[in-house]
């Protein structure tokens, strides 16, 4: 009767350990914001910070919260903004200039109401004029990081100005 039930949990827990790093190693899928919606992806670096890391494995930008709660720290994002010039589309704040608004309800695109959503947007740009800026989806390494992007889209919320206060971001 004993070896039966070390048999048993011999294979519970080989099945425990078989199974825990199919798990562990969950991570984020991204679908483009062009025709097709194809599947592209991006991998960690050993230069991604921890909070881009989590979010390459449970497509949940860390910042978002970070950012709202803490408006100053916000301004890292906003500062990214600028250096990477989104102003020149979208407006010092965001509001929109010759690009849309990306702070307030008028989503161009449904999935925008998902930090995930507008990551693969900025990262892989889409076909309404909005060119990709991840270094690995545009294959440039002079273009933005992981870590940037989140930064940037942290601020973004941070800033909302939209009239539909559920805010889904802050829900994932």
Same mark, same amino acid.
């Given at each position: 009767?004993?070896?039966?039930?070390?048999?048993?949990?011999?294979?519970?827990?080989?099945?425990?350990?078989?199974?825990? @790093?199919? +798990?562990?190693?969950?991570?984020?899928?991204?679908?483009?914001? $062009? !025709? #097709?919606?194809?599947? *592209?992806?991006?991998?960690?670096?050993?230069?991604?910070?921890?909070?881009?890391?989590?979010?390459?494995?449970?497509?949940?930008? @860390?910042? +978002?919260?970070?950012?709202?709660?803490?408006?100053?720290?916000? $301004? !890292? #994002?906003?500062?990214? *903004?600028?250096?990477?010039?989104?102003?020149?589309?979208?407006?010092?704040?965001?509001?929109?200039?010759?690009?849309?608004?990306?702070?307030?309800?008028?989503?161009?695109?449904?999935?925008?109401?998902?930090? $995930?959503?507008?990551?693969?947007?900025?990262?892989?740009?889409?076909?309404?004029?909005?060119?990709?800026?991840?270094?690995?989806?545009?294959?440039?390494?002079?273009?933005?990081?992981?870590?940037?992007?989140?930064?940037?889209?942290?601020?973004?919320?941070?800033?909302?100005?939209?009239?539909?206060?559920?805010?889904?971001?802050?829900?994932?």
């Amino acid at each position: 009767m004993k070896s039966k039930m070390a048999g048993k949990i011999a294979v519970s827990v080989l099945a425990i350990a078989v199974l825990m @790093p199919l +798990t562990a190693s969950a991570e984020c899928k991204f679908v483009t914001t $062009k !025709a #097709g919606n194809a599947a *592209f992806t991006i991998k960690p670096t050993d230069k991604d910070s921890p909070e881009a890391k989590k979010f390459l494995e449970t497509c949940i930008n @860390p910042y +978002t919260k970070m950012y709202v709660a803490d408006p100053e720290a916000a $301004k !890292a #994002g906003k500062k990214l *903004f600028g250096y990477w010039s989104c102003t020149q589309c979208h407006g010092g704040n965001a509001g929109g200039q010759t690009g849309p608004s990306i702070i307030d309800d008028t989503w161009q695109y449904a999935k925008h109401q998902t930090d $995930k959503g507008l990551f693969e947007t900025i990262a892989d740009g889409s076909d309404a004029g909005m060119p990709a800026w991840h270094a690995q989806a545009a294959n440039n390494p002079e273009l933005l990081s992981t870590d940037d992007i989140l930064k940037i889209i942290g601020w973004l919320r941070a800033g909302y100005k939209g009239t539909d206060q559920s805010k889904p971001w802050l829900k994932e």
